[in-house]
Nanobody, 127 residues
Framework: QVQLVESGGGLVQAGGSLRLSCTAS????????MGWFRQTPGKEREGVAA???????GYADSVKGRFTISKDNAKNTLYLQMNSLKPEDTAMYYC?????????????????????WGQGTQVTVSS
C-alpha cells in the first residue's frame, strides 16, 4: 500500500533553515506529482510546493524564493528545503502524492486527482 513518511521537522528560530524529507513507497514515485502542504489549527490546509515527474515545480507565493522542493528518484524521497523561516511558517507539514496529477501548479492550488498523504511533521518557528 502507499506509504509516505515525513521527517525533519522541529523547532527553529526565525531566519533559520530546516529540510523536510518524505520517504515514499507503494506507488510509482518517479511518475507522480509530489508535493508539500501545511496546516495550522483552525485553518484550511494549503499547498506549499510541488514537483512533477519532469522536475517542473510550483510554489505558493508566500514561500517563493525561500523554499525549494526537490526529489531523489533513486531513493524515492521528496525534500523541502526551507530557508529564511518566519513564525508564520509554523504548521504541520504534510507530504502528498498524486500518481495521476494535474501538475505542480494545480497541486499547489489544491487540485488533486488521486491523493495520498503522510502523517505530517511539525515545524515551529520562534520569533
Amino acid at each position: 500500500q502507499v506509504q509516505l513518511v515525513e521527517s525533519g521537522g522541529g523547532l527553529v528560530q526565525a531566519g533559520g533553515s530546516l529540510r523536510l524529507s518524505c520517504t515514499a513507497s507503494g506507488f510509482t514515485f518517479d511518475g507522480s506529482d509530489m508535493g508539500w502542504f501545511r496546516q495550522t489549527p483552525g485553518k484550511e490546509r494549503e499547498g506549499v510546493a510541488a514537483i512533477d515527474s519532469d522536475g517542473s515545480t510550483g510554489y505558493a507565493d508566500s514561500v517563493k524564493g525561500r523554499f525549494t522542493i526537490s526529489k531523489d528518484n533513486a531513493k524515492n524521497t521528496l525534500y523541502l528545503q526551507m530557508n529564511s523561516l518566519k513564525p508564520e511558517d509554523t504548521a504541520m507539514y504534510y507530504c502528498a502524492a498524486d500518481p495521476r496529477g494535474f501538475g505542480p501548479v494545480a497541486m499547489v492550488a489544491g487540485r488533486l486527482r488521486e491523493d495520498y498523504w503522510g502523517q505530517g511533521t511539525q515545524v515551529t518557528v520562534s520569533s
